[in-house]
């Protein structure tokens, strides 16, 4: 798209790309006076949809709305719910996801139901004793619009509440409505593709690793490839963002999580994340998570730290062990970013000097989980080389790559 947007075209792609039922409705409530007002806007970055507000509101004035929102839910620096709510729009309450509305919860936490402070709606947790939204939550809902950004990993878990959210929809038959948001990693795609048996809130789908699409364009993957339970379809809106294709880079200016809290952690994060599923720390408990990697029996790193209990991270992993590793940082991260790959080097590395002295992966299985099958683990304890281990990918990401054209908004 040029830089140049009119609200015209923005309009034509929201109708392009709604699916599902019982949308054509929403889209016949505009007017063509509306559809064809208002100028040009000069645009000169990648706009989230939800900046463009005031054409969606239209979408949901006069309905009883809920929210799938947290601290990345801005609109031009304001809270999407206040937006809404001094907009007239009828907000019943809040789904908040992992680290909680407003993104301050500790890495695994689990978050209670609670009541919003400043506007005294009701936040259900969807990271407690409930991952899907419950049919009471629902009931007399018209609409529930999901808004949240995304870093476009497997294992980060917004896509799973994003699962929950449309199949708890699809059953109860409201609407949702996705407010899509740039991919920070972009049309990055590598990785191990998930098998069904390892299927979990760390990964939900047949997915590789890193997956190259928007939260919108995943919304309607899952509704396109019958992924939702009993295959049903919810009834989906994605509203496209502007001035943004899948190779324009796009900065968080919000912090995604608490232990995501800078561009180079989030370019490192599919690497080293990986680790959680190990003996070795990636940095929970430091002010530099996953920008960092570390064991007390790791002899080649000349950098140390040890983990401490705050607020990203109440009980991190080697607590109070004094930790020797590496530090990855800006650099790495750029040059990781700039080769469009999963760095399996690190993790080979790590595997080689620590194995030899105690075990490397958990016996949790979490490392088959963060995966995706048990093949990777397998692979680095057979000692295949890193080419070994990416040639065994690339028939699985050649399919994944031609059913993820099918669900595209934007250019690669």
Avoid at 317 to 344: I, T
Wanted: hydrophobic share 40%; aromatic share 10%; net charge negative.
């Amino acid at each position: 798209m040029s830089a140049k947007c009119t609200i015209k075209l923005w309009m034509s792609a929201l109708l392009l790309f709604s699916c599902g039922t019982g949308l054509q409705s929403n889209a016949e409530q505009m007017s063509t006076a509306q559809l064809m007002e208002t100028s040009e806007v000069a645009v000169s970055r990648p706009i989230p949809a939800a900046e463009h507000l005031e054409n969606i509101l239209p979408l949901i004035h006069g309905k009883r709305v809920a929210l799938v929102a947290n601290q990345t839910s801005l609109v031009n620096g304001v809270h999407l719910v206040d937006t809404l709510l001094s907009s007239g729009i009828d907000i019943s309450h809040v789904y908040a996801p992992e680290h909680g509305f407003r993104g301050d919860q500790a890495d695994g936490a689990r978050i209670s139901d609670e009541t919003d402070q400043k506007t005294g709606l009701k936040l259900y947790s969807l990271y407690g004793k409930s991952k899907k939204p419950t049919e009471a939550s629902l009931a007399g809902i018209d609409v529930v619009v999901f808004d949240i950004q995304d870093v476009g990993v497997r294992f980060y878990t917004f896509i799973s509440s994003l699962h929950y959210v449309m199949e708890a929809c699809a059953e109860q038959g409201v609407e949702v409505i996705v407010l899509d948001r740039p991919n920070p990693l972009g049309n990055t795609i590598d990785g191990p593709v998930l098998k069904p048996k390892f299927s979990s809130f760390v990964g939900m789908h047949p997915v590789p690793l890193i997956y190259g699409m928007t939260i919108g364009e995943y919304a309607l993957m899952i509704n396109g490839e019958g992924w939702l339970k009993d295959k049903r379809k919810a009834i989906l809106m994605v509203i496209p963002c502007l001035d943004y294709n899948h190779q324009k880079e796009y900065v968080l200016t919000v912090p995604p999580s608490p232990n995501l809290p800078n561009q180079a952690s989030i370019y490192l994060y599919p690497s080293l994340a990986l680790f959680e599923g190990t003996v070795v720390s990636v940095g929970r408990g430091t002010d530099h998570p996953f920008e960092i990697a570390g064991h007390p029996d790791f002899s080649v790193g000349s950098y140390s730290f040890t983990p401490e209990p705050n607020q990203g991270s109440i009980d991190p992993p080697l607590k109070g062990k004094q930790c020797f590793g590496l530090f990855f940082g800006p650099e790495r991260a750029a040059l990781v970013h700039e080769s469009k790959e999963l760095d399996l080097s690190i993790v080979l590395l790590y595997y080689k000097v620590i194995s030899s002295k105690k075990m490397f992966f958990l016996e949790s299985g979490f490392f088959d989980l963060l995966a995706g099958s048990d093949e990777l683990r397998k692979q680095i304890e057979s000692g295949k080389t890193e080419s070994e281990i990416r040639a065994s990918w690339q028939k699985d990401l050649v399919f994944f790559k031609e059913k993820r054209a099918k669900y595209l908004i934007y250019q690669d």
